[in-house]
T-cell receptor
Framework: ETGVTQSPTHLIKTRGQQVTLRCSSQ?????VSWYQQALGQGPQFIFQ???????GRGNFPPRFSGLQFPNYSSELNVNALELDDSALYLC????????????FGSGTRLTVV | AQSVTQLDSQVPVFEEAPVELRCNYS??????LFWYVQYPNQGLQLLLK??????LVKGINGFEAEFNKSQTSFHLRKPSVHISDTAEYFC??????????FGAGTRLTVKP
């Protein structure tokens, strides 16, 4: 059984650019959630996808968008990057919409300069 | 909406001493409760979870937590810590059918 894999592991972007982060969910999981973890803080919920549809969104602006594919993998897209977007982005997968506990990937460290 | 407060941002403790990391939550409905651990430059690993039933939950690495509904708490405990337990610990809450919300974290530092 494979876990959650995220790519890339590290990324440096310039302010104003766009970025796409990728996540492969754990085998058998059809729900993917994305979190932003700024340095020294707890993870903040961005949004969740269930069976290719957005199923909840946190307090993030529309320039944060996502997709989920038929194989349940997912992408997080961020447009018009700002310095404050620098953070560890975590992907978590689970089975169904009732949350019995997520399996997390190791994250993508995004640095905006 | 649900929320979580971790009462201590840092907890230093000597090796082989007991430790308690405190967590309080706020919700108007039934919740699931979780503790995760994060080692440097890694993702989050599930330590234990409370879904229903017994209020004392045992997890991995010798950790346990007790759900107290009247005090809306879910404190994490370990009777004897090791150097390898040094990490960031996150308490999280999920209302049934909703996403998971995390606390700000408690940095546990175990000293020799």
């Amino acid at each position: 059984e494979t876990g959650v894999t995220q790519s890339p592991t590290h990324l440096i972007k310039t302010r104003g650019q766009q970025v796409t982060l990728r996540c492969s969910s754990q085998s058998g999981h059809n729900t993917v959630s994305w979190y932003q973890q700024a340095l020294g803080q707890g993870p903040q919920f961005i949004f969740q996808y269930y069976r290719e549809e957005e199923n909840g969104r946190g307090n993030f602006p529309p320039r944060f968008s996502g997709l989920q594919f038929p194989n349940y993998s997912s992408e997080l897209n961020v447009n018009a990057l700002e310095l404050d977007d620098s953070a560890l982005y975590l992907c978590a997968s689970s089975s169904g919409v009732v949350n019995y506990g997520y399996t997390f990937g190791s994250g993508t460290r995004l640095t905006v300069v | 909406a649900q929320s979580v407060t971790q009462l201590d941002s840092q907890v230093p403790v000597f090796e082989e001493a007991p430790v308690e990391l405190r967590c309080n939550y706020s919700s108007s409905v039934s919740v699931y409760l979780f503790w995760y651990v994060q080692y440097p430059n890694q993702g989050l690993q599930l330590l234990l979870k409370y879904l229903s039933g017994s209020t004392l939950v045992k997890g991995i690495n010798g950790f346990e937590a007790e759900f107290n509904k009247s005090q809306t708490s879910f404190h994490l405990r370990k009777p004897s810590v090791h150097i390898s337990d040094t990490a960031e610990y996150f308490c999280a809450v999920s209302e049934v059918g909703n996403d998971m919300r995390f606390g700000a974290g408690t940095r546990l530092t175990v000293k020799p």
